[in-house]
């Protein structure tokens, strides 16, 4: 990949930060040819920092590292999109991402996904989610079987308000089934898009 890094007098390229799984913009900082390399070196995104004139690995006090998972030049090679995951906040205020936005997926499913992960660590007493996982994997799968038969039995019928709340209830336990098993809908995602392609 070519980066031009003399393009600008100082030696620098921005560097947008991408989310590489929500694909929300995180930062924007700018690297020189060694912070790129140490990027490349270390998996962990690295900047030039202007304020400090010193290279900045991102996280470097917090822990809130940026960890690499790709990265592309623009069509000038002066300016750098880099899909990271990160380890927590990006801001220095504690946000999400320097532009103040919640960092999850506009996509509501994967939103409620991250919902469950919460819910399940809560006291079983305050959450219906967490009593369900306390209760273990064969009461997931048996309500996911519960809301299934009740979403076919309300397809039957002609009570279309029944059967999109039966639907609602049926998928939001799946999501709590897979998360039991330690996937995610990205994975189930992922096996469609493999059929789709063949």
């Known amino acids: 990949m070519k980066i031009d890094f003399k393009k600008y007098s100082d030696g620098l390229v921005p560097a947008i930060i991408q989310d590489v799984d929500t694909q929300k913009v995180l930062m924007l900082g700018f690297m020189n040819e060694e912070a790129w390399n140490t990027t490349m070196q270390t998996g962990k995104v690295t900047f030039y920092s202007r304020s400090k004139k010193r290279l900045w690995t991102k996280g470097e006090e917090s822990g ?3 960890e ?5 030049v623009d069509c000038d090679h002066d300016t750098l999109l880099i899909k990271a995951h990160p380890l927590g906040p990006v801001c220095h205020t504690g946000a ?4 103040d936005e919640k960092n999850h997926r506009d996509d509501f499913l994967y939103y409620l996904e991250d919902i469950i992960e919460l819910r399940k660590k809560v006291a079983p007493e305050e ?8 209760k273990g994997i064969n009461k997931i799968a048996q309500k996911v ?3 299934a038969v009740e979403t076919v039995i309300e397809a039957k019928d002609n009570n279309d308000e029944l059967f999109l709340n ?5 998928l939001f336990h799946y999501l709590i089934l ?10 189930v995602v992922n096996i469609l898009k493999g059929r789709h392609s063949k």
């Open 96 to 99: 999400d991402t320097c532009w």
């Open 166 to 170: 039966e639907s609602a209830d049926l």
């Open 178 to 187: 897979l998360n039991a098993k330690g996937y995610k809908l990205s994975d």
């Open 68 to 72: 690499l998972r790709s990265a592309a």
């Open 127 to 134: 959450s219906y989610v967490a009593k369900l996982f306390q």
């Open 145 to 147: 079987g519960e809301e």
């Open 64 to 66: 809130h590292f940026l």
